[in-house]
């Protein structure tokens, strides 16, 4: 019986992708789904040379793996997780790998791994970006697992990864949920960044009165500078498509409520059990949550009226660019600050020059920036946060006249910019010696008892404020 040297488990979007991009690097194969057709059509895509086959008995499939067995999982989070490591339990041998490549939230990392552990099975867990397309052709993966177990996975995942200067987009992150968590964060910083686009998008239509062919052209012209991304240029491009059946831009067709799968809000949420502030990634989430009261928006839109600024205002577009760069470089920072916080917290030992290297290609967050990140943890390992690296604080201290402008424009215009006053509030609160928060202190201890510390002298104080 042939023997396969890996395993996937789920052929949708991205197993089916992943398996296929293996095939192309010479591994021999296996696919399992539960769905029949899945499972036969998948031979009938094999290209000359591929050895891949599918499965739809969770026994055979694992019986035709090569020892010790590894096989990666790409479902959908949640249940379908746990339900397709039990199919497979009962076939799996002590030392055996079962990865988890799909979007799991990462406290369930953590328990699937104990569990696994205790039948000596390694359990792995892998975020990878790139969609269908990085999953066919090169991915960002991020595992965290057992490290000495990781050597059975490496030369596969490396040779499947996108690759930058012929170093390949995947690296061993950590223990236990390492790799779930900062596929978590970035997801965040997805968001994030894909709000700032979205209010540049406004500000340029609504603020400076830009007609849809300049709006697509700034965006093309924005991915040819320093503002090269995979974002900016998938914007570019879908500014260009055209509704087959109207004619009309495609983009201006599309209902605005945006919709979305969990793990911003879980980098939001778990960024604030940490006292790690992201204030970028909170905004994008809560304005795909506000885009959904429609109706109530129809309803404010008639009585809320802003009788503000209308004429259209001149504003060079490098100002608009650089403010979008400062906000940009604002919500990468935030997100690896809460990986600097929760590396410590929960002992992943992160290594962020690493993570910025995976970032440089195959993922959706891919930039031209991220080896300017990578740059400034290799020169300090202990950087606590980006902004603090002596080239990027110098960058956004010479671009911070421009976002200052750009959010006047917004306020002025009663455009929607929270994810730019986000960051510009982010950076001034940061770069603030003294911040208000005392005043917040002597709230509590009013109304509260609650004490307070002073500046002058040691120990902590209650007053009597009345
Ligand atoms: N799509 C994307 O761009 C990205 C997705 N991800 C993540 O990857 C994971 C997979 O996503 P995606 O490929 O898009 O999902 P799909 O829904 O396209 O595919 C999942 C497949 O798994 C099958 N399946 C479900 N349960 C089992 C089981 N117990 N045993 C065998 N097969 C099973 C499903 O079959 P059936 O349909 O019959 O139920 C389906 O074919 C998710 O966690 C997602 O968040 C990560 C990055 C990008
Ligand atoms: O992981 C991804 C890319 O990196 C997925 O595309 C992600 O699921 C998108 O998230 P959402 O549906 O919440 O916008």
Known sequence: MEQYDFGIVGLGVMGRNLLLNMADHGFAVAGLDLDEEKANSLEKEAAEGHKI????SAEAFVKSLRNPKAIMLLVPAGRPVDAAIASLLPFLDSGDIVVDGGNSYFPDTDRRFSELAEQHIH???MGISGGEKGARFGPSMMPGGDAQAYERLRPVFEAIAAKVDGEPCV???GKGSAGNYVK?????????IMQLIAETYDLMKRGLGYGDGQIQETFEAWNNSELHSFLIEITAKLLAKKDEETGKQLVTLISDRARSKGTGKWTSQNAMDLQAPVPVID???LMRDISKYKE???????????????????????VLKNAFYFAMINTYAQGMAQLTVASKEYGYGLNLEEVAKIWRGGCIIRALCLEDFRQAYLKN?????LLLDEKIGESLVNTQSDIREVVKIAVDKGIPAPAYMAALGYFDAYRSETLSTNVIQAQRDFFGAHQFERIDKEG???AQWE
Do not use: C, Q
Not at 53 to 56: E, L, N, Q, R
Not at 184 to 192: D, K
Not at 296 to 317: F, H, M, N, P, Q
């Open 460 to 462: 902590v104080f209650h």
């Open 381 to 385: 390992p202990e950087l606590p946060n």
């Open 171 to 173: 690296t061993y992150l």
């Open 123 to 125: 359990f792995f867990g």
């Open 296 to 318: 109530e928006r129809i309803e404010a839109s008639k009585s809320l009226i802003w009788k503000g600024e209308k004429d259209t205002v001149e504003t060079s577009s490098d």
């Open 184 to 192: 978590m964060v970035h997801n965040g910083i997805e968001y994030g």
């Open 283 to 285: 905004v994008a989430v």
């Open 53 to 56: 086959k599918g499965f739809t």
